[in-house]
């Protein structure tokens, strides 16, 4: 069955600074995976996926991240730190499609127990 | 922009009361999942309809939970009774499905319980 881990329950950063949250994973099969942003009280937003095409996923507010198949991660990175994105984060799995009816599929997720990003003024 | 809807946003119940969630999908999304995200986890399915049918329940524990989608558009989902573990957030979340999967997951801000 597919697996996340996510390294390292709370992240700090300084304003600025590099954000790198880890994520590696576990598929017998070529996945796809995603990275979520939830805010206190609210619903998860989706930031970016991979979807086998591009290894490296730019998404929304600045996070990219970088599929590498020899180390099995699915890191999340951003260049410079700022209050707004302080939240927690999610790495998910999908590599079980499930057929809701013919030609049409539906993608089953497993998530991480997620990261809480901390930035520092 | 189209959101999905989600009542009560919290609820605090005695232990061995039934509880039930509303979730109204984005219009036109024909699958629909109901999430646990139990306090310092990342969310687990419970279920997972495709118009009116489930797909897969393979983690709702069916001896107190059941979720319905009589009409393929809104959903929802009881507990009864209800137990101190089944304390956390439940998200709705909907989704076009495609021939590729990909859909996105849209989510709902959740339904926070309490059970005392």
């Known amino acids: 069955a597919q697996s996340v881990t996510q390294l390292g329950s709370h992240v700090s950063v300084s304003e600025g600074a590099l954000v790198l949250l880890r994520c590696n994973y576990s598929?017998?099969?070529?996945?796809?995976l995603f990275w979520y942003v939830q805010y206190p009280n609210q619903g998860l937003q989706l930031l970016l996926k991979?979807?086998?095409?591009?290894?490296l996923v730019k998404g929304i507010n600045g996070f990219e991240a970088e599929f590498k198949k020899s180390e099995t991660s699915f890191h999340l990175t951003k260049p410079s730190a700022h209050m707004s994105d302080a939240a927690e984060y999610f790495c998910?799995?999908?590599?079980?499609?499930?057929?809701?009816?013919?030609?049409?599929?539906?993608?089953?997720?497993?998530f991480g127990a997620g990261t809480i990003l901390r930035v520092k003024s | 922009e189209a959101e999905v809807a989600q009542s009560p946003r919290y609820k605090i119940t005695e232990k061995s009361q039934a509880v039930a969630f509303w979730c109204d999908p984005i219009?036109?999304?024909?699958?629909l999942y109901w999430y646990r995200q139990i306090l310092g986890q990342g969310p687990e399915l419970l279920v997972q309809?495709?118009?009116?049918?489930?797909?897969?329940d393979s983690q709702l524990p069916k001896d107190r939970f059941s979720a319905e989608r009589l009409k393929g558009v809104d959903s929802t989902l009881k507990i009864q009774p209800a137990e101190l573990g089944d304390s956390a957030m439940y998200l709705c979340?909907?989704?076009?499905?495609?021939?590729?999967?990909?859909?996105?997951?849209?989510f709902g801000p959740g339904t926070r319980l309490t059970v005392l």
């Open positions: 991979y979807t086998s095409a591009a290894t």
């Open positions: 979340a909907s989704s076009y499905s495609s021939g590729t999967g990909l859909g996105e997951q849209f």
């Open positions: 598929s017998s099969v070529p996945p796809y």
């Open positions: 309809f495709q118009d009116e049918s489930v797909v897969d």
């Open positions: 998910a799995v999908s590599d079980l499609r499930i057929r809701v009816k013919a030609s049409e599929y539906g993608n089953k997720l497993v």
């Open positions: 219009s036109g999304h024909a699958t």
